[in-house]
């Protein structure tokens, strides 16, 4: 009972602690007083002081059985082994709210403090909109979903982690993702305070574009671990199924991107300043309706938490932040009117412009997609869903554009250039491009999207490789920070190609069956690989409390010496549904994906699923290119002695 009572004292504390610096920023800036500023700064290390507190008191809970919490009981149990433990903070809502607020404060304090920021004005509104945050998030917890709720008494064991969560990538997935969320609250607030502040320069986009990034880094880091536990978890033989709750962690990683490529023509040309606030905005509140797509409960979905009576709260304060953010937005567009406009179509600012609006098309065609439920069930009483085929044909055409432009962008110049030069620059991808489709099409590929998929992946891939050729040798010659910035950025946009490379063949080519093999029997598959596959017999074993069946199964590939591949069902005491453990034998140009779905005659009979998915490697190995080309964005630029910046 007293880690309860002091953990939810710890969250009242900084309610009323954020409630008051919020109110030392108002009067400072009112007032045009810098000693309540500098006040206000200390106390958002005061708040931190206190939210770290309790995520400490939580944390402590869970690690040493504290079963007279209920979120606790509900999250953990004895056995469950330390990492699952700690990762158990974040796997129900009240922790996952704590979870937010930390990383929320955290951000809070390295804004307040970060030595590069003079503007006591421009920080005072900036650490403003991040304190309503906090307070919300705050506000949520003390009123609605408490993580220190206790229980009427103390119980010997809880009910413990959901199976699916007991996982690895489930240990980082959900925090990556929220750092990402919680990082776009950083380019709003300077976006809300050059409008409160009346100022249409690039300033706040010098202050805030690095948070940007590795904000849009966190989300594909998110992204890109949620993608690898779907496929290693779920037992379906996908990574991504267009559910809700994967395509709200999505949307915000679109229009992030949209808005990291238009600020450099903001910066370079001084245009799409209404644009980018915009932008800013849109992304922002797509982080809150992620969350509150999470626990409203309004959609179903496999990731989601039980339906809580959080749905209005969230509801509106998204929708408040969203109209104040837009109202700001419409009165200050005097301010924010380009300084020049696009006078020739083949540049960079033209490919930019098109690629802006491919993906906030894609984004909307997601966004109409996910919510036609709540639309239709508003306007007809019925919810209609749509599923994975209908957002790949009306999604996909829209994402694979996005792609070509990522080539074609590369080799446009940014000042108005001949027809010639340009048609010199495109003449190898293209070239290259146009001979793979007629190289596919004789090899007997008779599928279109696949062939123009495959086509356009090898036209941005050289496009890419020879500009990434270009910056690396020019970094090597000189070393200049927007150099490296520029190789990192075209190493992201290598990765990109890799993944829909990865997501092409997967589409078109994966191969589905289900087998029924009696132990001893020996079946045959093919792909693009031929495979033996040996059943012997369903075996059972105990592991602590928990209650495993398995097979072993021997699987050859291509005739080569057979490898033991061990499909499993894990029983667990308090759950329901098993966990599945599938198998894979991967590799560079298919993996053979098991699970094992059944079984009969006493063990002597298996029932299993088999994919056959080619080319997934390759989108891992492209999402760990992205995740290397975006730290080369943002490693730190050192300052010699002298005064020259080298990367």
């Known amino acids: ?14 309610l009323l602690a954020g409630i008051y610096v919020l109110y030392l920023n108002l009067a400072g800036i009112r007032k045009k007083r810098e000693s309540l500023l500098a006040k206000a700064q200390l106390g958002m290390a005061t708040i931190a002081f206190l939210v770290t507190a309790a995520s400490l008191v939580l944390l402590f809970a869970l690690v040493t059985d504290n079963f ?5 009981y509900e999250y953990s149990t004895k056995d469950l082994p330390l990492a699952y433990k700690i990762s158990a903070f974040w796997a129900g809502n009240a922790g996952s709210l704590l979870l937010w607020a930390q990383i929320l404060v955290i951000v809070g304090v390295l804004v307040s403090f970060f030595p590069s920021y ?54 980082i997935h959900p925090v990556t993702i929220y750092l990402g969320y919680v990082g776009w609250v950083v380019p709003f607030a300077f976006a809300m305070g050059a409008l409160v502040l009346k100022r249409g320069d690039n300033q706040w986009i010098h202050l805030s574009r690095n948070w940007a990034v590795l904000s849009w880094f966190f989300l594909s880091l998110g992204n890109l671990f949620g993608a690898q536990w779907a496929y290693i978890e779920l037992g379906w033989g996908g990574y991504w199924a267009w559910d809700p709750v994967e395509n709200a962690s999505f949307l915000p990683w679109l229009t992030g991107t949209a808005f990291i490529h238009s600020v450099m023509i903001q910066e370079r040309k001084g245009m799409f300043k209404f ?18 797509l999470v626990r409203s409960g309004i959609l179903s979905s496999v990731h989601a938490f039980p339906k809580s009576n959080l749905s209005y709260w969230f509801g509106f304060f998204l929708l408040g932040m969203l109209i104040w953010a837009f109202y700001l937005l419409v009165r200050r567009r005097s301010l924010l009117k380009g300084e020049r406009e696009i006078t020739d179509f083949f540049s960079k600012e033209t490919g930019f412009l098109l690629n802006n609006i491919l993906l906030i098309c894609g984004a909307v065609v997601i966004f109409l997609g996910t919510n036609l439920p709540i639309f239709t069930g508003i306007l007809t009483g019925v919810k209609r869903v749509v599923g994975a085929d209908w957002f790949n044909t009306s999604a996909g055409p829209v994402l694979l554009g996005v792609i070509l432009l990522i080539g074609i962008c590369s080799l446009l110049p940014w000042k108005k250039t001949g027809l010639k030069f340009i048609g010199r620059r495109f003449l190898l991808p293209l070239g290259a ?93 093919s792909n693009i690989y031929d495979y033996r596959i040996t059943f012997q017999g369903v075996k059972g074993r105990e592991e602590g409390s928990n209650a495993v069946i398995y097979t072993d199964l021997l699987v050859e590939r291509n005739g080569r010496s057979p490898v033991t591949l061990t499909p499993e069902k894990i029983y667990y005491p308090n759950w329901e549904s098993p966990r599945t453990e599938v198998v894979i034998l991967g590799g560079p140009v298919e993996d053979l994906y098991i699970v094992l779905a059944g079984w009969s005659n006493k063990g002597q009979q298996g029932i299993f699923e088999i994919n056959i998915n080619p080319l997934m490697n390759w989108l891992w190995i492209g999402g760990y290119i992205l995740v290397l080309g975006t730290m080369l964005v943002l490693w730190p630029v050192k300052k010699r002695p002298d005064g020259e910046l080298r990367a």
């Open 1 to 14: 009972m007293f880690t309860s009572t002091l953990g939810y004292l710890l969250l009242i504390l900084s």
């Open 68 to 72: 007279s919490i209920k979120y606790v």
């Open 118 to 171: 003079h503007d006591q004005n421009l920080l005072g509104i900036v650490s403003g909109v991040i304190l309503v945050n906090l307070i919300f998030f705050l506000v949520s917890m003390v009123l609605f979903a408490n993580p220190f709720q206790p229980l009427p008494h103390a119980l010997e064991d809880g009910r413990g982690l959901n199976p699916m969560l007991r996982n690895p990538w489930m240990v």
């Open 275 to 292: 644009w980018n606030i915009a932008l800013v905005i849109l992304t922002y509140c797509l982080t809150l309706y992620g969350t509150f």
């Open 433 to 525: 491009a146009v001979i793979m489709a007629v190289f596919l099409k004789l090899a007997g590929v008779s599928k279109y999207w696949s062939l123009v998929g495959f086509s356009v992946v090898l036209f941005v891939m050289l496009s890419t490789l020879v500009e990434l050729g270009k910056s690396a040798w020019q970094w090597r010659k000189n070393g200049k920070p927007g150099i490296r910035r520029r190789l990192g950025g075209y190493v992201v946009h290598l990765g990109i190609v890799l993944i829909a490379f990865g997501v092409v063949g997967d589409a078109f080519y994966s191969v589905e069956t289900v087998k029924t093999i009696e132990a001893g029997e020996t079946i045959s598959l």
